[in-house]
């Protein structure tokens, strides 16, 4: 559990840095797409951090069942909100993913973050809806989606 906690806050500490050097152009990205999009894998990765840690406290001292077996999804978990932030940007962006909120006069990245927040806070959701545009846009069969046969068999 201890090692979990120290990955997880050095890992908040890290997104954290990384990001307000960024916000004061301490050093800067190739271009601003990418930037918007690093923006939001940041803030994804804080979503998954979040969510790791209350996994943390609710594992080990809520419900009494911490589990070392769990280590790699505490470790792994926080990439790959890291990666589901910067995919909600690229949707955003394809116009694939549609926020209903109000237009304000002067536009700000605010809605971006916050749905990368979101889909690193909760990637399983997350990957969801990206499967349900992927079937209706593409007709891309779902990932591990059980059909009537497969629980027949």
């Given at each position: 559990?201890?090692?979990?906690?120290?990955?997880?806050?050095?890992?908040?500490?890290?997104?954290?840095?990384?990001?307000?050097?960024?916000?004061?152009?301490?050093?800067?990205?190739?271009?601003?797409?990418?930037?918007?999009?690093?923006?939001?894998?940041?803030?994804?990765?804080?979503?998954?951090v979040t969510y790791c840690l209350r996994g943390v406290?609710?594992?080990?001292?809520?419900?009494?069942?911490?589990?070392?077996?769990?280590?790699?999804?505490?470790?792994?978990?926080?990439?790959?909100?890291?990666?589901?932030?910067?995919?909600?940007?690229?949707?955003?962006?394809?116009?694939?993913?549609?926020?209903?909120?109000?237009?304000?006069?002067?536009?700000?990245?605010?809605a971006f973050y916050a749905l990368a927040f979101i889909?690193?806070?909760?990637?399983?959701?997350?990957?969801?809806?990206?499967?349900?545009?992927?079937?209706?846009?593409?007709?891309?069969?779902?990932?591990?989606?059980?059909?009537?046969?497969?629980?027949?068999?």
């Open positions: 559990m201890k090692r979990a906690i120290t990955y997880l806050t050095f890992l908040l500490l890290i997104y954290s840095i990384v990001g307000i050097l960024l916000l004061y152009e301490k050093f800067t990205l190739p271009s601003p797409p990418f930037r918007l999009a690093f923006f939001c894998g940041l803030c994804g990765g804080v979503g998954g406290y609710r594992n080990a001292c809520v419900f009494n069942r911490w589990n070392d077996l769990w280590l790699p999804w505490y470790f792994i978990r926080p990439l790959v909100s890291f990666i589901c932030g910067m995919v909600s940007c690229l949707f955003l962006k394809a116009g694939l993913i549609i926020l209903e909120a109000q237009q304000i006069n002067t536009p700000t990245n605010l889909a690193g806070l909760n990637v399983d959701k997350f990957i969801e809806k990206i499967e349900d545009i992927a079937q209706v846009t593409w007709g891309i069969k779902k990932s591990r989606t059980a059909t009537k046969e497969d629980n027949n068999a």
